[in-house]
């Protein structure tokens, strides 16, 4: 007879256990979520003006005493339900500054608007896909100062693991690279603060007098490149001074916004704490720059507003390691960057934030701390303030469709709440049937949203 495993005797205990079914609840409830996080408490909800006891809830008659929520991580790789609902109130949180919902007038649509992206400058070559052109060749063949060859004649398509390497790591600025990952955030601030001075000189306004009428808004997402190198995906609109709410002065546009993007970040200049090791550097933003309008211009050849949203919204929920830069967990030690699944390019930018990371100088940059995203340690989406709503609000948006009301809508609540955090995460059992819950869950919406797609004619 065949032994049973963990993971089968789990199963089993807990299908056992008579409260089983309230714990499948729970699971359920979380959307299947892979690390769910255990509470321990109470809530109660008094009438304002009574004191009578309209609602209480405690955790002693739940399974282990305790009530599973949502881990939220945004990563597919580490909860693919959370990581699905983050990307949905990421596809609304930009969407609703492009088109209005969510507390953000309609009127914004009329706004000069546009999606950007910038890069990062160049760190030293390396091997690139070339839609069957040969990946850098010379005419005379010509060597670096550690031997390797300058010219690379081969053909790489897509997925080969050579894309993004250098062709000579003695030659690859590493350090530059690490450098510039950690100033991105004050890169990108640097940029915000120059267009509105060149929106300024272009319109012969003053700056004072240009920011007393204009509010730049935005919306960006980072993205590791296949060399490594982060780049910033922003959606960029004009308000009036008081925010969405206000319409944007008539001789500013988005041809004027436009020019004003690329001068704007051409300028962007900043220099590195001198260190007598490595010197000083000066950085700035590489010289790939895409503009494009959005659709509301009337342009056949811009981009959608869903597509932009969504297309942010899908980025959001990819981890380090899911795009081949880092790891989605910190690095204690050199044994854990030597030995990281990660390539021999990863590899040595991590190693050089370690190896910079003792240096006095740049110790407020928290390079060791930040290894494992090779210097970068800005969030993944950040936003203005006055772009649109916030995941804090969507989510209560939807705690609030989701739960029953404990009392009438005219009666004013008081509500006493005590949790403490008692564990997170499942056993072997019960993840397994987490998955299964998940995966049931996710087929009922595909089949939910052919049946919708079927009743409306095809049309999404």
Known sequence: ?????????????????????????????????????????????????????????DT???PGERL??????????????????????????????????????????????????LTAPSFGP????????????RRTSHTCEHGRSKSCGAVHRSGDPLIGHPLCTGCYDYPAHVLWHAHAGRLWKAFTD????????????????????????????????????????????????????????????AHTLASAVHTAASAVRLRTPYTPALGEYNLRWGN????????????PSALSDNAVAAYVAKYVTKGAAETSAGLDHRVNGTEEITSA????????????????????ELEPLRLRSWAHTIGYRGHILTKSRSYSTTYALLREERAQHEREPDAPGDTDVITERHW????????????LIAAGVASDLARNREEACEVSTSAGGGRR
């Open 1 to 57: 007879m065949r032994q049973l495993s963990e993971v089968d005797r789990d199963v089993i205990r807990l299908a056992q256990d008579p409260q089983f079914p309230r714990w499948l609840e729970q699971v359920t409830a979380t959307g299947g979520c892979a690390h769910p996080v255990h509470l321990s408490g109470s809530t109660s909800a008094y009438d304002a003006a009574t004191g009578e006891l309209l609602h209480h809830y």
């Open 60 to 62: 002693s008659a739940e």
């Open 68 to 117: 599973s929520v949502r881990c939220r991580n945004r990563r597919a790789s580490v909860c693919a339900p959370c990581s699905r609902l983050h990307a949905g109130d990421t596809f609304h949180l930009v969407r609703a500054g492009l088109n209005g919902g969510k507390g953000v007038p309609d009127a914004v649509r009329e706004h000069p608007r546009l999606f950007i992206t």
């Open 126 to 137: 390396v091997h690139r896909a070339t839609d069957g052109e040969r990946c850098r060749p």
């Open 194 to 253: 120059n267009l509105y001075n060149h929106l300024a000189t272009r319109t012969g306004h003053t700056r004072a007098g240009l920011r007393r009428a204009v509010r730049v808004s935005y919306a960006k997402v980072a993205e590791y490149q296949q060399r490594a190198a982060v780049h910033v995906h922003a959606v960029v609109r004009l308000d009036g001074p008081d925010g969405p709410n206000t319409v944007p002065p008539l001789w500013l546009d």
């Open 288 to 299: 790939q720059l895409d503009v494009r309008t959005l659709r509301a211009f009337n342009d």
């Open 341 to 360: 699944l990660v390539s021999r390019h990863v590899r040595l930018l991590m190693a050089t934030c370690w190896r910079l990371g003792v240096l006095p």
């Open 420 to 431: 403490r955090y008692v564990g997170s995460g499942h056993t072997p059992g019960a993840a």
